[in-house]
């Protein structure tokens, strides 16, 4: 059963006070863990934009909304404390090839962009090393972590090292928009080749629809919800109000390369072979399959275009 938006929260209330949940959002999400952040959040919107002056420990201190570069540097700090983790085990020297080899680790899908993938037979893969200690993993074996979920660290802009067809199912939330347009492309033809004739793709990325959408609203309805949903998670201090900041970060900040909206998500599957009757536009936690649908974070869920294609 997928969680709520308060199960997330509260999960992010475990991470936040007790560093031991296995929560894998990204940094662009959640702010450093303190150990202080058990009382309610301030939805207070005219909070100050940067938390430059904030007190030592505080989650939005150095946090400024206004200076991209900045951020990008804390949000390489954010993912490096998220790749932390309690144990890494090695599970396989070797990483499976063919399904074969993923049916003996009990896996059969991959999911990109995830250090502790939800799916029971998923492999969680991201180009971030996990650690733990002086532990870290590295490209090339599988590690279980935390005792539980298989990982392993992939780039996306290398060939995926798996046979043709090793695989039923491929997830990645929100995680295309975070490599340049070409790579997309190279990643997702590998995609495809990995995949087992009628096997599943499912990508969850920000709508750029929805974010001209909301600009061209005088009333600012999606804005003010997706600024009060990022207080909600504790993300830095309130994000600026100006339209225009708000349709700027959605490019500049977090890393993002390139914005989709439906019609350039068919492009890039098309691209990458992707048969145009075999793409389909999906909601939130909706989808060809339950499992994969239910891996949809509903703390995405406000500025999310859903898609799915399926391999010949
Ligand atoms: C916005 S986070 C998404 C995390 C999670 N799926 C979520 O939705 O909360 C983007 C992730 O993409 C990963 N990433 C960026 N470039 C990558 C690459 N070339 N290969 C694999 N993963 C990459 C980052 O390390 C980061 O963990």
Known sequence: MAPTLAQEISRVKVYTNGRAAAYAACPE??????GRESGPVDLNVDAPRSGL???????????????PEALAARMAEFSAELAECGS???????LPHTAADFAALGLDGIEFAAFRTRHPRGLGSD???????????????????DGSALFTMLDVARPLPFADAAVDWVYAEHLIEHIPLPVAVGWLREVRRVLRPGGVLRLT?????????????????????????????????PMPERP???????????????IYDEAELRHVLGEAGFAAD?????????????DLAELDTVFRNDETIYLEATAD
């Open 244 to 258: 225009a900041f708000m349709l700027n970060q959605i490019f500049y900040h977090y890393g993002h390369r390139w």
């Open 29 to 34: 999400w959640v702010a450093r863990p303190t």
């Open 127 to 145: 180009i971030t090393a996990m650690h733990h200690g002086n532990s870290r993993t590295e490209f090339g074996r599988v590690y279980r972590i």
């Open 88 to 94: 890494i085990e090695v599970a396989a020297e070797n």
């Open 53 to 67: 002056s904030g007190p030592p420990g505080d989650p939005s201190r150095d946090w400024d909304w206004e200076d």
């Open 205 to 237: 990325t920000p709508d750029l629809a929805r974010y001209i959408a909301g600009y061209a609203d005088p009333a600012g309805g999606f804005f003010a919800r997706h600024r009060r949903r990022l207080r909600l998670m504790r993300v830095g201090p």
């Open 278 to 290: 075999r793409m389909r536009r999906c909601s939130f936690q909706q989808g060809a399959r339950t």
